[in-house]
């Protein structure tokens, strides 16, 4: 008999992909890595602008031409003081010296020569920061040449911030200006240790005070210490000596030392007269001396303070506009 044929069928072949299939099909990957890649880099740019929102801002300085005064603010803001509450030089009696002083001190450092850092210290009343912002003014009206914007510059900076003054140092390094920083009624009590980073900034630390930059500093205490403060350390320490070494160090660091004593009644007076013939206040000369001695003795002192404040008090009687 013959053989019959199989009645199994051979598989059949699968058909064959078309080239344009295939592109597609190996396309597929390519398109998917790609897409990925750009959420990816879409991720990281969102999370570097959210970082760059919670970041601290760099600090720089504002426009120092748009004002000679300024106010540290220790969150990095220097505010600018469109008009300075200051004397006139000519008005400030019985400090000839150590005007002239702190002038010529002034003028050295506005020239770029060499000048030491300031402490005025001594009776209260008796104009020491008066002659700090009168200083400014006078040596700046003589180097701005007629111009509004003057290269001295003066940077009030508050005893509570006294710990931020290095970040201040910093930011005014370099510039093409040069500044005074200012701090008004200086002094440190028993648990105050932010004299410290005063005495590394001022002089002793690497990187020292910057050469365009120069501080002033008033205080009615010469040490800048309280009398207690210095006994106690005298009194408990090991050492007493290196103690006490330790704590007046700080006003070493200031090359000048102006002492501002108690005024006597003549210089009082002539006070009281300058400020009179300065605003044009009219009044009888001997009732004039006696109502001002009277207004001393009862303020139990004679100071350019008490002065001032008897001067308000006759122009404000007199109807006289103090301007």
Request: charged share 30%; net charge positive; hydrophobic share 40%.
């Given at each position: ?15 064959k992909a078309s080239a344009k299939q295939s592109a597609k099909t190996s396309a597929k ?69 150590v005007r002239d002083t702190l002038i010529e001190n002034t003028e050295r450092f506005a ?159 002539a006070m009281i007269d300058s400020y009179v013939t300065h605003y044009k206040i009219k ?41």
């Amino acid at each position: 008999m013959a053989k019959s044929k199989s009645s199994k069928s051979k598989p059949k072949a699968a058909p064959k992909a078309s080239a344009k299939q295939s592109a597609k099909t190996s396309a597929k990957p390519a398109s998917n890595g790609k897409a990925n890649a750009l959420a990816s880099a879409d991720v990281l740019e969102r999370i570097a602008n959210a970082l760059e929102r919670l970041a601290p801002k760099a600090k720089a300085l504002p426009d120092l031409a748009a004002a000679d005064a300024f106010i540290w603010h220790p969150d990095g803001r220097l505010a600018p003081v469109p008009r300075v509450n200051r004397v006139e030089m000519s008005l400030l009696k019985g400090v000839d010296r150590v005007r002239d002083t702190l002038i010529e001190n002034t003028e050295r450092f506005a020239k770029g020569l060499p000048a030491n850092n300031a402490l005025l210290w001594g009776a209260r009343g008796m104009g020491k920061s008066s002659l700090v912002k009168a200083s400014h003014a006078t040596v700046n009206a003589q180097l701005a040449g007629g111009r509004n914007d003057g290269p001295l510059k003066l940077v009030e900076i508050h005893r509570e911030d006294i710990e931020s003054l290095p970040e201040l140092m910093a930011l005014m390094r370099g510039s093409r200006y040069r500044f005074i920083v200012f701090c008004d009624d200086l002094s440190f009590d028993a648990d105050d240790t932010s004299y410290k980073s005063l005495k590394a900034v001022l002089e002793g630390g690497i990187e020292g005070r910057p050469d365009n930059v120069i501080f002033y500093a008033t205080s009615n205490r010469r040490h800048l210490l309280s009398r207690d403060m210095i006994e106690n350390e005298r009194s408990t320490g090991i050492n007493p000596g290196e103690a006490v070494e330790e704590k007046v160090s700080l006003s070493d660091r200031f090359g000048l030392w102006l002492g501002f004593h108690r005024c006597s009644q003549d210089e009082y007076l002539a006070m009281i007269d300058s400020y009179v013939t300065h605003y044009k206040i009219k009044a009888d000369a001997e009732e004039l001396r006696r109502d001002a001695l009277e207004w001393s003795t009862t303020r139990g002192s004679r100071s350019g303070r008490v002065a001032w404040q008897f001067i308000q008090d006759l122009a404000g009687r007199l109807g006289v506009a103090l301007s």
